[in-house]
DNA sequence: CAATTCATCTCGTCG
DNA sequence: CGACGAGGTGAATTG
């Protein structure tokens, strides 16, 4: 049985002030701090970026992320790594206060100005969060699927090494045929395209000169399907394919 | 001067029934609906996953995204994107009243489960948002750039096409130096890897092939700047390259 | 729908 | 800190 420890603070229709006074404390208490109002927004950093006023969900992340959304999309409209200081304060503006939110980080140096000029709610809420998420179903799983069962790839293949390190990066997957040839195995959980040939044709070409020699290296792509052109590609490039998936469990 | 007209409506420390109810409300008004509390969240799909108990911030979107947010990370832990159904349900287990978030959707199906045994807060939000974000530094205002000064390129440099079709897909841009060779430009916005080579070799060979000439095809890489490993591969592959970024603006 | 590619991609891992 | 590649990548655009 656990503990509930969780805690909430909120304040509905707040004035500027007492809106400041919420998010300063909930940052202070690094607390997750949300804020639902109306708001532009700008940034400036790896891009520049400028968002008239409208009525957004704002919130700030004790890790210092932000985000902000709108009512549509999975991905934040605005939004700021974590890593940033999140600052609040109050300004004087058009004879009105403004509420200013700033997160500031460096390396990229970049900032995220959001100035609300109305706020329906602040929140800040605490709790505890000690699991981490169990994911099955990635490029990890599949590789251990032929590591498991080799003959899934091609009967008489044997895997010698995962991660091996050529002077193009690391291949998935890196071992035998039956006849004794080197073999290089690309690895994706879905279905891949151009990108993922060039990928594999880099790792074959790398291993060839590493191998000085004349003998053959195999490039074999492993994913559940391919697309068209993709396949044409393996095809130009001498490259082979297999279909496999991760496994559903 | 705009009417302001967003709407909220919240519930602090509500029952199991209540927030059922309060949920309920603002999926029925199309409002965007926020939920704390202590939840486990089950995923299906794609992939699956499973998460277990923990204080987490989930959003429900009108538009069917849904995103399950924990104190820490830019990104949801788990999610689904727009277009699926929102389901709430009061569920009875091991003696207690259970919160039941279901969001679903097809192509592909997947689903998630998102049960709270405790909630600390719902609030469901409407608003009005018109404005369109308005962002700069992207790829097109570097393709902007060298459009209306070429010689940013090179000397003589001159522009024919955007966007021109390949069998191996479209080139940024495609043009003439000042001695008459065809030149094929790929341009990525920020400092780039082997990838965006490969992406540049295979437009360069499709096009070699497109005008089934000897005529030996230029292909010329814009960008900030190029890691080590890209800058041997581009060597490699006879490419060249011109340090450029976007525009500031 | 599928295919392709960009992204302020983010995130993890490794040197 | 940079480099490299995976991701349930998402999002836009185009057949």
Redesign the pocket.
Known sequence: MTTENATLSTVNHPSVEAAHDAISDGLERDALVTVFGRCTVD?E???A?RLEAGDRHVMLKPDG?TLVHTDE????V?????GCDHDVRRVRADGADVLVLESLR??PE?R?LVRFTDVLQVSAFSGTDESDLS?S????DLRTRILDEPDLLEPGFSPLAT?R?TP???V?VYGEDAAGRTVVV??????V????VS?LR??VDAVERDLHADAAVRGVLVAPSV????DRLLAEHGLEFVSLEPDPG
Chains 1, 2 share one sequence.
């Open positions: 940034y950093g790896r891009a970026s992320a999309g999975q991905q934040p605005n939004w700021q790594p974590p460096s390396t970049e995220l994911l179903g990635t490029e990890a991660e390190d193009a990066g690391a998935d690309e690895l994706k959980r879905r279905r395209g151009p990108d993922a990928q880099r790792y697309t068209d052109r993709a």
